[in-house]
């Protein structure tokens, strides 16, 4: 898309245009915004996505269901976990199986160790993004731990494809558990670190504070989920307004805002670890013997029919809407992904930010561009 | 319309209802659904269903609003007056089905590059060309 000036502002200065992206740093993966500018600050800000659009959709129509969950790890490639928890649960929807309660323990446990990851690498890129490059060592030392748990569960690092249908691909050992344990013991004294490093920095804070204050109304129109919406006061968290699986059984807090500047945006983030670590280790104490994978057919056949589910994922409402025709592979999968409609509101978040809070905007969205795209 | 006709948190609407439908849904606050989450469509052959996800902060409701349009001439009022999330959500359903939102302020291909794929990828009459000469990518 070409950009061309767009005329004078009223005070008499000319508006241009400014192209960022697909390839800048701070696009955290290949997203290209147009950006209009009046001097410094920001007239209109046009997202152009679709550079890493793969068809997931299409190829789902030509896969099983078992088949699909590989291709749920590739969306938001940071929450893996989240992702296939939220399509495993659509099609155990659909199908109605009994997942075997030590399975849904495993799973909470893994869903929310993966909330913090995925935390904490925003935490890390918000930091560089804004310039302070020492901060990222530190989150993604500390993410490195939650990913070789994964790799001691699943045997990867990133695509985990660990939650199947019926319960979770195999058990987690007793080492599993005590590595666990140590990360959390671990956890407060990380946090520490980071408030000292990064959120108590007086120019981090100076930069986010007050920056970008969008209308709530505004934010509920645009669709915007997750952290987003509730830094802006909102206590939208679908774990709690539907809980799925298990979460019914856990006690915590939802963080939630009253500005809605990016610096609650951002808190957000650095709260929900708190609490997300708070679950795991109910999950721990609570978490029964037993078996792992339900009893389920070796071909998945659905009823004809269709199904919702969606999942409160690091980034927002993840919902799957499959249509079956009564065959082994889903007649229609649409997914519903936060990042995609979170990044429709660039353009009313950057309206009225100097040109160097984009970045900061951007980072505090937390688009994770596999997801945007599908 | 009217709450019968929701019963079962699905509500069947026509294409020259539609938008008025919808608007009801939004400003009457008997029902109060201030959001849209989602829009998406379903090749059904001679027709596309496309489906409208409805929720509502207030009481945590949910509803689907389905209209049926022919696939001949797929095309339906734009709902992003009503709702800002329909700017990113209408422009992929259009870049994936060719159908056209008419008065939607910037319909511009989204996930297609900027000419458009040159087919419509999730329609049921575009087939996935597979590796081994077999459809449907496999």
């Given at each position: 898309m070409k950009l061309e000036p767009k005329g004078i502002t009223p005070s008499g200065t000319e508006l241009y245009c400014l192209n960022m992206g697909p390839q800048h740093p701070s696009t955290h993966g290949v997203l290209r915004v147009m950006l209009e500018l009046d001097g410094e600050t920001v007239v209109q800000a046009t997202p152009v996505l679709g550079y890493l659009h793969r068809g997931i959709e299409k190829l789902a129509e030509a896969r099983t269901y078992p088949q699909f969950i590989p291709y749920t790890d590739r969306l938001d490639y940071v929450s893996s976990m989240c992702n296939n928890l939220a399509y495993c649960q659509s099609v155990e929807k659909l199908v109605g199986v009994e997942v075997p309660e030590r399975a849904e323990y495993i799973r909470v446990m893994m869903a929310e160790l993966n909330r913090i990851a995925s935390h904490m690498l925003f935490i890390g890129a918000t930091a560089l993004d804004l310039g302070g490059m020492t901060g990222m060592m530190y989150t993604f030392r500390d993410r490195e731990y939650i990913l070789d748990l994964f790799n001691l569960a699943s045997?990867?690092?990133?695509?985990?494809?660990?939650?199947?249908?019926?319960?979770?691909?195999n058990d987690i050992s007793v080492e599993f558990i005590d590595l666990l344990r140590k990360f959390l013991a671990d956890l407060p004294g990380m946090m520490t670190e980071y408030d000292n490093l990064i959120n108590g920095n007086e120019i981090f804070q100076a930069r986010l504070k007050g920056v970008a204050i969008v209308p709530v109304e505004r934010l509920v129109s645009l669709g915007v989920t997750g952290p987003v919406l509730r830094a802006a006061g909102l206590r939208d968290d679908l774990r709690v307004k539907k809980p799925y699986g298990i979460y019914n059984r856990f006690q915590f807090e939802i963080p939630t805002g009253t500005v809605g500047d990016n610096w609650e945006r951002y808190m957000m983030r650095v709260l929900e670890i708190k609490e997300s670590a708070n679950i795991i280790a109910q999950a721990l104490d609570g978490l029964p013997e037993g078996?792992?994978?339900?009893?389920?057919?070796k071909v998945i056949k659905p009823p004809v029919g269709e199904v919702y589910h969606a999942n409160e994922t690091p980034r927002g409402e993840l919902g799957f809407y499959i249509v079956s025709d009564g065959t082994t592979k889903p007649y229609r999968l649409h997914i519903r992904r936060p990042t995609f409609y979170n990044l429709g509101s660039i353009n009313t978040l950057c309206q009225g930010v100097k040109i160097a809070d984009v970045a900061a905007v951007l980072a505090v969205l937390d688009p994770c561009m596999g997801e945007a795209d599908a | 319309m009217n709450e019968e006709m929701m019963a079962n948190g699905e509500l069947i609407s026509t294409p020259a209802t539609i938008k008025q439908d919808l608007r009801e849904l939004r400003d009457n606050p008997d029902y109060g659904f201030d959001r849209l989450l989602d829009v998406t469509a379903v090749d059904r052959g001679e027709i596309f269903e496309i489906v409208y996800r409805l929720n509502s902060l207030k009481t945590g409701r949910d509803l689907v609003v389905k209209v049926n349009i022919s696939a001949a001439s797929p095309k339906l009022p734009s709902m992003a007056d009503l709702w800002e999330a329909m700017l990113f959500g209408e422009r992929e359903v259009q870049d994936m089905f060719g159908i056209v939102f008419e008065g939607h302020p910037d319909p511009r291909p989204l996930l297609a590059p900027e000419e458009g794929f040159?087919?419509?990828?999730?329609?049921?009459?575009?087939v996935l060309p597979g590796r081994s000469g077999q459809p449907n990518g496999r």
């Open positions: 045997g990867s690092r990133l695509t985990y494809s660990y939650v199947r249908i019926g319960g979770v691909m078996p792992v994978m339900a009893k389920i057919p | 040159g087919f419509f990828p999730l329609r049921k009459s575009y």
